[in-house]
């Protein structure tokens, strides 16, 4: 007896139950019939090799830029459909597109557009530079020895707000580790973890140059000494607030 899952029907072509519902759901949601669905099809396939994107350098690189969408969604743990996924990422390239064209499209401006693209982000995406090196034609190698250098860039995921525990000696001795449980509870992350939403990151450095305001922290530009648990909390309702 045939399997049930792999029924035919025919259609102008060979389709199992699966791939016929899929194509009655694409149906529904477009609001066409299943030929003009088809010949819509065909007319994105005829595009496609009329462009030469069959040709295998650029269907390796459309691949490649397929798999990277899908591992980005992956990675900031967000839950994707490959479409959706997609849409996504060349919503990202086309904004990295706008930066690069704002500081034009030269080697020699590489830092500006990496600070505008990290300032629009808040870190670095490897899609991003990977667009960049594309754009510019820079090897990623470079691009990646660049943003490895300065403190400024992060090719990890941060927050819209980064917050910063001082643990070096005075602010240790004054109460620092206390202070950054306060942080911990108040946030639910780790040093050098960023919540899902990505709204806060949370750092702890050696030394934030305010010693004799022990123990700090710094919430982005703005330096706090010794808050208490409940003046954390409005910090942090301030910084959701401004998110908004």
């Given at each position: ?69 899908r591992r980005h969604a992956e990675s900031l743990r967000r839950v994707r459909s490959r479409a959706n996924a997609i849409r996504e990422f060349i919503r990202d ?152």
């Amino acid at each position: 007896m045939k399997d049930e899952g792999t029924k035919s029907h025919f259609v102008g072509l060979r389709m199992t139950e699966k791939e016929s519902q899929m194509l009655s759901e694409a149906q529904e949601k477009s609001q066409l019939t299943k030929t003009q669905l088809l010949l819509k099809g065909l007319e994105l396939l005829g595009e496609y090799y009329t462009l030469g994107l069959d040709q295998r350098p650029l269907s390796f690189e459309l691949k490649e830029l397929e798999q990277e969408s899908r591992r980005h969604a992956e990675s900031l743990r967000r839950v994707r459909s490959r479409a959706n996924a997609i849409r996504e990422f060349i919503r990202d390239l086309r904004a990295v597109d706008d930066i690069v064209d704002r500081y034009g499209c030269k080697e020699n401006n590489l830092i500006q557009i990496l600070l505008g693209i990290q300032q629009e982000n808040h870190w670095l995406p490897r899609h991003a530079l990977m667009w960049i090196s594309e754009r510019l034609q820079i090897p990623l190698a470079r691009i990646y020895q660049i943003a490895n250098f300065y403190e400024a860039f992060s090719i990890e995921p941060r927050g819209a707000h980064l917050i910063q525990v001082c643990m070096g000696t005075a602010c240790y001795i004054q109460g620092g580790p206390q202070l950054l449980s306060r942080i911990e509870e108040a946030l639910h992350l780790q040093p050098d973890e960023t919540d899902p939403e990505q709204n806060f990151t949370l750092k702890t450095v050696h030394c934030l140059g305010c010693c004799a305001l022990g123990p700090v922290v710094k919430v982005d530009d703005d330096y706090y000494s010794a808050p208490n648990a409940k003046e954390i909390k409005d910090i942090v309702a301030a910084c959701l607030e401004r998110e908004k």
